[in-house]
C-alpha cells in the first residue's frame, strides 16, 4: 500500500432509514483521483452490514495508521490525512464506532 495525500474511507449501512446509502455500495474499487489543490486522494467504500467487508475496511485503516507512524519515526512528520465516513443513520455511527473498538 502506498500513501498518498488523503484517504476516504466510508462505511455504508444498505438497510439504514431511506437506504440512500445503498448506492455507495455501487462503488466496489478503491478510487484515485487528484484533488483541486494538486494532492493525490484515494476513496473507498465498504459495507458497514457485511462482517468480512466492515472488517477489511477496519485494516486498511490500520495499515495506513502503521504506515503513518513510520513516516512519523522517519521524517518527524507525516503529509496524510485520513477522513472515515458512515453513510447511514445515528444507529450506523455508534454500530462502527462499537465495532471499530471491539477489533
Not at 42 to 71: H, S
Amino acid at each position: 500500500m502506498i500513501l498518498k495525500d488523503t484517504w476516504v474511507i466510508m462505511f455504508a449501512n444498505p438497510l439504514s432509514g431511506s437506504r440512500k446509502a445503498k448506492k455507495w455500495l455501487k462503488v466496489t474499487e478503491r478510487k484515485e483521483f487528484q484533488l483541486p489543490n494538486g494532492t493525490s486522494a484515494v476513496f473507498q467504500v465498504f459495507n458497514l452490514v457485511e462482517k468480512r467487508d466492515r472488517e477489511r475496511g477496519f485494516r486498511i485503516i490500520v495499515e495506513i495508521q502503521q504506515k503513518m507512524q513510520k513516516e512519523m519515526e522517519l521524517m518527524g512528520f507525516t503529509q496524510t490525512t485520513v477522513i472515515v465516513l458512515v453513510a447511514g443513520g445515528d444507529g450506523s455511527l455508534c454500530n462502527l464506532l462499537l465495532q471499530a473498538k471491539a477489533n
